[in-house]
């Protein structure tokens, strides 16, 4: 099954400068890998996903890059703000029939003003 | 007009007690989704039901089982409730039918059991 693995798993950085998060994927069938945001005792909400024919996308602030060949994909926050503060998760999952959506482990990011 | 909502929000138990949490979706989607989050924050999938049918059945201990009266609810009743359930529940939803996965949370349901 799809094995996701997501770092670093705590980042702290000031406000104006960029962060980057990482995960890896195992399954070569996946094709879809949205993040997530999760407030402190709130409920993940998706914030950017990406799909395999695309190879990086942006809104705004945050942008996704996804390498299929070394099956790693990257968020991308630049010009942080305190607001960015919250646990990020990265997951992965295949489009063929009913699969289930595998979440990293992870990031708390804390950005300091 | 939430789109995921969750019913209680909080819910403090003793072992043994058996109890169940609701989850309702008005976003029309046809899947539904449990997922378990512990206090390490990891977030792992239990069920999913499309349009009423248990599609995805994780290693789950039987003592939980899901239940769903239409694709708009879906609710989960754990028996003989243990220590080691005292995570947050999360309910989320997707449409699947039309390519979208995007999944919709609800607000969560903070289980503590004692």
């Known amino acids: 099954g799809e094995n996701v693995e997501q770092h670093p798993s705590t980042l702290s950085v000031q406000e104006g400068d960029s962060a980057v998060i990482k995960c890896t994927y195992s399954d070569s069938a996946s094709n879809y890998f949205p993040w997530y945001k999760q407030e402190l005792g709130k409920r993940p909400q998706l914030i950017i996903d990406?799909?395999?024919?695309?190879g990086e996308k942006k809104d705004q602030r945050i942008a996704v890059t996804l390498n299929k060949t070394a099956k790693h994909f990257s968020l991308h926050i630049t010009e942080t703000q305190p607001e960015d503060s919250a646990v990020y998760f990265c997951a992965a999952k295949a489009n063929t029939g009913f699969q289930k959506l595998v979440f990293g482990t992870g990031t708390r990011l804390l950005v300091s003003p | 007009d939430t789109a995921v909502s969750q019913t209680p929000k909080y819910l403090v138990t003793q072992m043994g007690n058996d109890k169940s949490i609701k989850c309702e979706q008005n976003l029309g989607h046809d899947t539904m989704y449990w997922y378990k989050q512990d206090s390490k924050k990891f977030l792992k999938i239990m069920f999913s039901?499309?349009?009423?049918?248990?599609?995805i059945n994780e290693t789950v201990p039987n003592r939980f089982s899901p239940k769903s009266p239409d694709k708009a609810h879906l609710n989960l009743h754990i028996n003989s409730l243990e220590l080691g359930d005292s995570a947050v529940y999360f309910c989320a939803s997707s449409q699947e039918a039309a390519g979208g996965h995007e999944q919709y949370f609800g607000p969560g349901t903070r289980l503590t059991v004692t």
């Open positions: 990406i799909r395999s024919n695309v």
């Open positions: 039901y499309n349009n009423k049918e248990l599609i």
